[in-house]
C-alpha cells in the first residue's frame, strides 16, 4: 500500500482547482470555517467530539513536497505559477475547537478554522475525514461504555476496520470514550495505550490437541495467557483448563483469563464459572468476544452474565447501526463579512459562533446555546483558541486527560440521553442575535437575486 | 497522523504472542489458510472479490526493521530469541485466489494462503483488512453500477471515508466495479484512476457575487469549469450559467458542466436541462451529488431525469447498509491434515478447497460447487495460483483489467441476482468429498473429547 496518511495529495481534486482560482483572482483573505453536524442519526442521542489534536498535527505539518509538486504538475490541470505559489504555503491560522471528549449535538460548531482563504480551503477534506470518523467512534464506543460501565472493553476491531488508519483512529477514539485498552499493537505503541491479546482459533487448530496448544502457549506466554476455549466443545474446554491449570500451579504458572467466542455467551460464562470456581480457579477472568453491540453488552451486563471484560470490534469501529454523519465543513465568514449557504435543506448558520453550555444543579446537561463567538450567554463558552498563526497554545492534550474528561462529559448526561434508545432530541437553542443575522444575510441575498450583477 | 499502513506492527498482539507459542514449541509446518465470506449480509446478493494485489504487495515486502523488532521489545511481551527469530522473517509461501472483480458467494473461498505457520499466522490481521473493506466496496460500487448502467459514476467520498486508507481503497475497488473515476487527487495518481472535480459552496460563498465566482472558475480551468448550482437558488443560477456561457463563448471559453447537490435533483435537473437547452447549450452536462445510494440512483435512472454522471461518496465508501462482512481467515490444513473449527454457528470446511463454477447456454451463472483441491467438478476453477515460494507468479494484474473482468462478471449474474432487491439466497453446493471429510474430522474431534489426552 502507497503510504497515504500525511500526504497533502490526499485530498478532492476540487480544493486545488478552487485554489488555483483563488489564486488567478488574487483571492486569499481571512476566511472563517466550522465544522459541525446537521443532525444526529436517529440512534445517537449524543455525539462525543473527538479528532481534535490528529487535525492539529495534520496542520502543523501541512506543506507541499518538491515531489509533489511535481506530481501535480503532471495532471495538467494546473498552471506552472499557481504551482510554485504552493510551495512556499504553511498553515498559519488559527484553531478554536471543543477539546475531545466533549459531548456535543446538531448544529453545534465543534471546530472553526480561522485562516487565509486557500489555507482553510485546502485543508477541509483531510480535515473533516480525521473529525468525522474519530467523531463517529467515540460516540459509538461512548454508548458501549455507558451500556456496560464496570466492564473492561477491548477495542478488536483491526480486521475489519476500513483500512490502516481506521484500525488505528478506532483504537484511538474508543480509548478516549472509555474503553480499556486495544487488541492492535501499533495503536498501543502509538497513542500508549494499554494493548490485550489472546490467541485465535488457528492457533488451537494447528495442535493435535486442544490441551496441548492451552499449555504451550501459558508457558510462553506465563504473565499473560488468555485460552481461546470454543474451538471445539466450550464447557469440555473449560474442564481441560482446570486440569491445566491444577498440573502448571505445581510449578508456579497460572493462567489469567479464558474467552468465550460464539454459542450463548451469558450461558456459556455462567457454566465455565462454576465449572473454574468449583475448581477454586476465581482469579480466571472470562472474557468474551463475537459481533458485540451496546445491546448485546447490556444485556449481559444486567444478566449478571460473569464475563469481565468484552472485546468488541466491527460494530464498534464501523459503527454499524449509524456509519456515517451528516456533517459538513462550512464558510461561514469572508473578508469580515458572514456567509451562507441556503441549499435547500442544508442552510447553515452564518458568522463565527460560540456554544455556550447551562448545567442544572446536578451538574447535569440543561441547555445549549448557539450564539455568535462575541455574544455573552448563561453558561460555559464550549469552544476554546488551540492554535493561533499556526502554533498550538501549550501542550498537545494528552490522551489520558481527553478520557478523564470524556467521563466527566458522559456523566452530565441527563438520564434519557444516557439511554441506548432513541430519546426525545436535544435541540441547541439559537441566540436571538444569530437568527437575525441569518436574516440579515438572508434579505440580502433574496436582494441580489432580483437584481442580477451583471 | 502516524505512517501506518505498512507497518508490519499493524496487526493484533496475539498474532505475535502466538507467534513466539509456535516458536517455543517449535512449531512451523506448513500450514493452508482460507479466507471467505460466511453469510452475506441481507441486502447482498452476491460479493465482488477485491483487494488482492494490495495483499499481494503487502506479503512481497513482509519483514520486520531494526526499529520496529526495538519497538516490540519495549512492549515486554517477547522473549530476546523471539525478536531475534522475527529478523529474517518473510513471506515464503504460496496464494491462490480468485482474481480481483470475481462474484463470489457464502462460504467460498477467494484466497488461500499455504505457507509456514508463523508467516500465514502474522499476515492474517491485516490480510483480512486489506481484502475485506476492498471487497465489502466492490460489492456495493457493483450495485450502483447496476443500477445506473449507463451513467458516469464518481467517488466522492473521501471526507467520510473511514480514515485516509479506507478514502484510498475505495476509490481503486468503486473503480474496479465500474466507477469512471474518483475525486481523490492521491488515489487518481497513485492508481491510475481518472480524477474528476467540481467546486466547493465555500467557494461560491467565498465571491461577493455568485456570477463571479463561476467566472473566474471557468478562466481558471478553461476546459474543466463544473460550476455548483445550488449554494443559493439552483435555477437561477441556471440563468446565470446561460448569461455567463454566452458572453464567455466569445472568448473561446466554454463551460462543461453544472451539478446539483440539494434538492430533488430529478425536478431540478428538468428544469435545469431546459433552461440550458433553451439557449444552445445542449453541452454543458449536468452531474448530481447529495447521499445518494443505489436505490436513489436507480430511481434516478428510470425516470429518465437528464443527468449524466453523479457524484457518490459516503454511502458507497462506508457501505451504509451493510458497513461490514461476516469474513474469516481459517486454517484449513497443518502439516498435512485437514483442520476445522467446530464453534457454534461458525464451523468452517476442512481442508484446501476450490470453487467450481457452471455457467448457463446464455453465459449466466448456473450452479457453484465448492470441492477439494484436487477434485474434478463439472465447470470453471475459480481460483488459480498468483505466488509461489513468496514470488508473484506473472505481472501484477492491472487495474483496468479486473475493471474489465468486473463488468463480465456482473454480465454473468441471473437476473434475479442482479436486482437491488433481496433475491432468495444463492447457495453454493459443497461436493460429497468435502462433506465426507468434515464427517471425519468431527467424529474423530468426537472420540478425542471422550478420551482426554492428558
Given amino acids: 500500500m502507497s503510504q497515504s496518511c500525511d500526504n497533502i495529495l490526499l485530498t478532492d481534486l476540487y480544493e486545488l482547482t478552487m485554489l488555483q482560482a483563488y489564486f488567478d483572482s488574487g483571492m486569499n483573505?481571512?476566511?472563517?470555517?466550522?465544522?459541525?453536524?446537521?443532525?444526529?442519526p436517529a440512534r445517537r442521542n449524543f455525539l462525543m467530539a473527538a479528532g481534535l489534536e490528529l487535525v492539529l498535527d495534520y496542520l502543523c505539518r501541512l506543506g507541499f513536497r518538491d515531489s509533489q509538486l511535481a506530481e501535480l504538475e503532471r495532471t495538467g490541470h494546473f498552471?506552472?505559477?499557481?504551482?510554485?505559489?504552493?510551495?512556499?504555503?504553511r498553515?498559519?491560522?488559527s484553531v478554536d475547537a471543543m477539546p475531545e471528549g466533549t459531548v456535543f449535538f446538531s448544529e453545534e460548531p465543534i471546530l472553526r478554522i480561522t485562516a487565509p482563504l486557500r489555507e482553510a480551503q485546502i485543508i477541509e477534506s483531510r480535515l473533516i475525514n480525521l473529525i468525522h470518523y474519530s467523531t463517529l467512534v467515540a460516540s459509538k464506543a461512548a454508548r458501549m461504555v455507558l451500556a456496560a460501565p464496570d466492564k473492561r472493553l477491548v477495542d478488536f476491531g483491526l480486521r475489519r476496520a476500513h483500512g490502516s488508519e481506521a484500525a488505528m483512529l478506532s483504537a484511538r477514539a474508543s480509548y478516549l470514550a472509555g474503553f480499556s485498552g486495544t487488541a492492535t499493537l501499533l495503536a498501543g505503541i502509538r497513542y500508549g495505550i494499554p494493548v490485550f491479546g489472546t490467541m485465535a482459533h488457528s492457533y488451537v487448530q494447528a495442535h493435535e490437541h486442544e490441551i496441548e496448544?492451552?499449555?504451550?502457549?501459558?508457558?510462553?506466554?506465563?504473565?499473560?495467557?488468555?485460552?481461546?476455549?470454543?474451538?471445539?466443545?466450550?464447557e469440555a474446554a473449560a474442564v481441560q483448563v482446570v486440569n491445566l491449570a491444577?498440573?502448571?500451579?505445581?510449578e508456579g504458572l497460572y493462567i489469567k483469563g479464558?474467552?468465550?467466542?460464539?454459542?450463548?455467551?451469558?450461558?456459556?460464562?455462567?457454566?465455565?464459572?462454576?465449572?473454574?470456581?468449583?475448581?477454586g480457579l476465581r482469579q480466571i477472568s472470562i472474557l468474551a468476544s463475537g459481533n458485540l453491540d451496546e445491546f448485546r453488552l447490556r444485556e449481559l451486563a444486567h444478566s449478571d452474565a460473569p464475563i469481565d471484560g468484552f472485546g468488541i470490534g466491527t460494530r464498534m469501529n464501523t459503527s454499524a447501526d449509524a456509519p456515517y454523519l451528516d456533517c459538513a465543513y462550512k464558510l461561514t465568514e469572508y473578508m469580515g463579512k458572514p456567509r451562507r449557504k441556503r441549499s435547500e435543506g442544508k442552510a447553515t448558520w452564518p458568522g463565527r459562533k460560540q456554544v455556550f453550555r447551562r448545567l442544572d444543579a446536578d451538574g447535569r446537561i440543561e441547555s445549549d446555546c448557539i450564539a455568535l463567538e462575541d455574544e455573552r450567554q448563561p453558561g460555559a463558552a464550549l469552544i476554546a483558541p488551540v492554535m493561533h498563526d499556526g502554533v498550538r497554545i501549550g501542550a498537545a492534550g494528552s490522551l489520558d486527560a481527553s478520557r478523564d474528561r470524556a467521563r466527566r462529559e458522559l456523566d452530565s448526561l441527563p438520564p434519557d440521553l444516557a439511554e441506548?434508545?432513541?430519546?426525545?432530541?436535544?435541540?441547541?437553542?439559537?441566540?436571538?442575535?444569530?437568527?437575525?443575522?441569518?436574516?440579515?444575510?438572508d434579505a440580502g441575498i433574496?436582494?441580489?437575486?432580483?437584481l442580477p450583477s451583471r
Same sequence: chains 1, 2.
Fill in 29 to 40: 483573505d481571512v476566511a472563517t470555517f466550522e465544522f459541525f453536524v446537521r443532525s444526529l
Fill in 79 to 89: 498552471s506552472p505559477r499557481f504551482i510554485q505559489s504552493l510551495e512556499s504555503l
Fill in 91 to 93: 498553515f498559519t491560522g
Fill in 213 to 234: 496448544a492451552f499449555e504451550h502457549f501459558v508457558r510462553s506466554q506465563p504473565d499473560n495467557a488468555v485460552l481461546l476455549i470454543d474451538t471445539y466443545d466450550t
Fill in 246 to 250: 491444577q498440573r502448571l500451579a505445581r
Fill in 258 to 279: 479464558v474467552r468465550l467466542d460464539s454459542g450463548n455467551l451469558g450461558a456459556h460464562a455462567r457454566h465455565v464459572r462454576r465449572t473454574l470456581d468449583a475448581s
Fill in 420 to 441: 441506548l434508545e432513541p430519546a426525545t432530541a436535544f435541540r441547541p437553542n439559537v441566540s436571538a442575535a444569530l437568527v437575525e443575522l441569518a436574516r440579515q444575510l
Fill in 446 to 450: 433574496a436582494r441580489e437575486r432580483r
